[in-house]
């Protein structure tokens, strides 16, 4: 028997990076998926791939920057829900006087706002099945780096993690566990587009001795390590565990 046989999962960005490798984790252990994301070519290509899991693989396409559309997305889905993972995120990374009032609005639209409606709207499905929420955040709500201007990025992360203590202590009475994940950098399709793809060979090697430098384990994460911290605090492996925020970062939040 799976670890997750009979729940289903609710996975935003479940379409690739490290939303997708939390549900081909969740799926080995037996839990049908719901993915949503915005693109559906690449969520009907994600579906397809996962359905070797011999699992039932829902879509939802949803622009989660779009909050007030919410409601009415998730009245279309007919399955309950067990298991929310509140995965997309956005980090716009500038110096304090170049941070627009955009940036400041999507990211606290992406980070913090779009999750916590996401745990309203599901809230009933939740309870009844005393069911659990995991949030991501990241290292960036504790740890600063220098050169890397944070200060909107980092106010979100913060903020995600407060409200993953306050809503464990809030729905802990009611059976629902709230815990959240704060990764380390992890080597996924979005960070290698955005950060390492555009470095000179030089830059690369620099951020390799970094890398070497700041992580105890001496390298950056995998997708799969993280998928693997969700699957723990998604199973009842963790049926204790709420209010935690798991640090999955090779100890980059030691130095």
């Known amino acids: 028997m799976g670890k997750l046989d009979g729940r289903t999962a609710l996975i935003t960005g479940g379409s690739e990076g490290l939303g997708r490798a939390i549900a081909t984790a969740f799926a080995a252990e037996g839990a049908d998926l719901v993915l949503l994301a915005r693109d559906p070519d690449k969520l009907a290509k994600a579906a397809h791939e996962l359905s070797g899991e011999q699992v039932t693989v829902h879509t939802l396409a949803v622009d989660l920057a779009d909050v007030p559309a919410m409601p009415d997305a ?137 890398v070497r430098r700041a992580y105890p384990i001496g390298r950056i994460g995998r997708m799969e390590e993280i998928a693997n911290a969700a699957l723990y605090l998604a199973s009842d492996q963790s049926s204790w565990t709420t209010g935690a925020v798991l640090q999955v970062d090779g100890g980059l939040a030691l130095r």
């Open 74 to 210: 998730i009245a279309r889905l007919d399955v309950d829900i067990d298991i929310l993972v509140n995965n997309v995120g956005l980090a716009r990374m500038k110096p304090l006087a170049d941070v627009t009032l955009d940036d400041v609005e999507t990211m606290v639209t992406l980070n913090l706002t779009a999750p916590f409606r996401l745990i309203q709207l599901l809230l009933t499905s939740l309870v009844a099945a005393q069911g659990t929420v995991i949030n991501m955040s990241s290292y960036w709500a504790n740890t600063m780096v220098a050169d890397r201007p944070s200060s909107m990025y980092s106010a979100t992360r913060g903020a995600i993690e407060s409200l993953t203590r306050a809503l464990a202590n809030e729905l802990g009475p009611s059976g629902v566990r709230v815990n959240a994940i704060a990764p380390g950098s992890v080597a996924t399709p979005t960070f290698d587009r955005q950060y390492l793809g555009p470095m000179a060979p030089e830059q690369r090697t620099d951020y390799e001795r970094y």
